[in-house]
């Protein structure tokens, strides 16, 4: 078996394509299935500039979603997740849409430190003026909040922080392993997120070094791209198939109805890379 299970589509006015484009690209690359999984709305016009509304989302992508699902029934299983931030404050709205919502699985990303988004381009100075061993160690403190806070099923991308090439001065295992407790400890996944090597650290998400850690605490792996392009869909697969099983006992976590099963993972073969769309 193998899934894309993070992608996006234009409603979050930073990626390219309409859903189905998605579709049709891991439908071509042999995928078992794909997820969507746009970014949550959020309420109060919390960083409205990336993502739609909640009236789009009830409007427009659930609706989307379930259609496609419909139509390519046979050919691909479409699975609909969400991409949730996980900010303090905001876990009751967060909680309350989740629970309105047939989600199939959730994934859980720490896109922001306080009011810093620390994975925008646009604020990436700040980086400039802080302690970077701090922003680490706040980055991996908001990590294990998330994984505490029950709404999610996966953790997106567990070491973004380190998008922008930005690197520790201290050794962090010990702070990695309390992370990957924490995670292991609330029974959820991480996933391997390919979308790091697309980024200027031109790196997995997460590190080799976090997945030995991921790995040793027991820790469970599932899989996505994070494609904002269509063409992005099961982007560097191999490498990542490559990891799981190194560090996944080669298993990945699928999920119906927010229901986890462990599966083999499959591998992505050259017959079925040659049938691309
Ligand atoms: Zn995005
Ligand atoms: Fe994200
Ligand atoms: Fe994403
Ligand atoms: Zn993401």
Request: one cysteine or more.
């Amino acid at each position: 078996m193998i899934v894309d299970y993070h992608t996006h589509t234009s409603l979050c006015k930073h990626a390219q394509g309409d859903a189905e484009e998605y579709i049709l690209r891991a439908i071509g690359l042999g995928l078992d299935e794909i997820g969507c999984s746009e970014h949550i709305p959020m309420p109060g016009g919390f960083d409205e500039k990336h993502r739609m509304s909640l009236e789009q989302y009830q409007a427009v992508y659930a609706p989307r979603v379930t259609e496609l699902r419909d139509k390519y029934r046979g050919r691909i299983t479409v699975r609909r997740g969400i991409e949730a931030d996980f900010f303090p404050g905001t876990e009751a709205w967060v909680r309350g849409f989740i629970r309105e919502n047939d989600f199939d699985y959730v994934i859980g990303s720490v896109h922001f430190l306080g009011s810093w988004g620390f994975d925008d381009m646009v604020f990436v100075h700040n980086f400039e003026n802080r302690d970077i061993d701090e922003v680490y160690e706040k980055y991996f403190e908001a990590v294990r909040q998330s994984a505490r806070s029950g709404l999610f099923d996966i953790i997106a991308h567990c070491d973004l922080v380190k998008k922008f090439g930005h690197r520790p001065k201290r050794d962090l295992t010990e702070n990695i392993r309390e992370t990957m407790k924490e995670v292991r400890k609330n029974n959820i996944c991480i996933e391997i997120n390919t979308s790091g090597l697309r980024k200027p650290v031109k790196e997995m998400y997460p590190s080799e070094a976090i997945l030995k850690i991921a790995h040793e605490t027991g820790v469970l792996l599932t899989l996505g791209s994070d494609a904002h392009d269509p063409g992005d869909v099961g982007a560097d697969f191999p490498k990542a198939i490559e990891l799981i099983e190194r560090y996944g006992n080669g298993r990945i976590s699928v999920f119906v109805g927010r229901e986890r099963s462990e599966v083999p993972v499959s591998k992505l073969t050259a017959g079925k890379a040659l049938r691309r769309a």
